[in-house]
């Protein structure tokens, strides 16, 4: 089984700075897919970014990047130019290849990002 | 528009009785999910089915059911066994390695 762990559970920035959110996972597999989502107070989830273990890029959109180390099981989001919208709940997920995407996802407990004006 | 609709937004029921919430998509995906999120505890696996007539338990089955009679349609019963019913319970599916998820269902239990 596979974990997911956030340790920051709260952080709150100035409006355009950048922002960091952490996320290690741990499992045994070689093929997989990591993502972030933003839950905003609506509560919709929005997928953010997806990055492919298999790829060694890092993955970007627009000011999302990601910081992939997958030896050290690290999988960090980042946030550039940051927006008042950017304030929302961020999780960090885990999807196993091996039973082809549809075993589900293993999510972290979350990031509390707060954008301050 | 194609997309993942769950009703409705908020439910409320007393104790001892048990609840089903929708969840249908249009989306023509064949994996389906039920996911319960509390405060500060992420998004739990409840049940996930890959295809029709068929579903296998997540992390926290016990005390929920659910069918899957049509490839659209995955409702999650919360039975009267289930300890701490009260939660936000999300429902998704999946086409390739991407998950679309509903607007979720608020359930209260007093």
């Known amino acids: 089984a596979q974990t997911v762990t956030q340790s920051q559970p709260e952080m709150s920035v100035q409006e355009a700075e950048t922002v960091t959110l952490s996320c290690t996972y741990d499992?045994?597999?070689?093929?997989?897919?990591l993502f972030w989502y933003k839950q905003p107070p609506s509560r919709q989830m929005i997928l953010v970014i997806r990055q492919e273990a298999y790829k060694q890029q890092n993955a970007t959109e627009n000011r999302f990047s990601v910081n992939f180390q997958k030896a050290a099981k690290s999988f960090s989001l980042k946030i550039s130019d940051s927006q008042l919208g950017d304030t929302a709940m961020y999780f960090c997920?885990?999807?196993?290849?091996?039973?082809?995407?549809?075993?589900?996802?293993?999510f972290g407990k979350g990031t509390h990002l707060i954008i301050q004006p | 528009d194609g997309g993942i609709t769950q009703s409705p937004k908020y439910l409320f029921r007393k104790e001892g009785q048990n609840v089903t919430l929708s969840c249908e998509q249009n989306?023509?995906?064949?994996?389906m999910y039920w996911y319960r999120q509390d405060p500060g505890q992420g998004l739990r696996l409840i049940y996930y089915?890959?295809?029709?007539?068929?579903?296998q338990k997540g992390d926290i089955a016990e005390g929920y059911s659910v069918s899957r009679e049509k490839k659209e349609s995955f409702p999650l019963t919360v039975t009267s066994a289930q300890k701490n019913p009260t939660a936000f319970y999300l429902c998704?599916?999946?086409?390739?390695?991407?998950?679309?998820f509903g607007p979720g269902t608020r359930l209260t239990v007093t």
């Open positions: 997920a885990f999807m196993s290849r091996s039973g082809g995407g549809a075993d589900g996802l293993t």
């Open positions: 089915s890959q295809i029709v007539n068929d579903f």
């Open positions: 499992t045994s597999e070689n093929n997989y897919y």
């Open positions: 998704a599916s999946t086409q390739g390695y991407e998950q679309y």
């Open positions: 989306l023509n995906h064949d994996a």
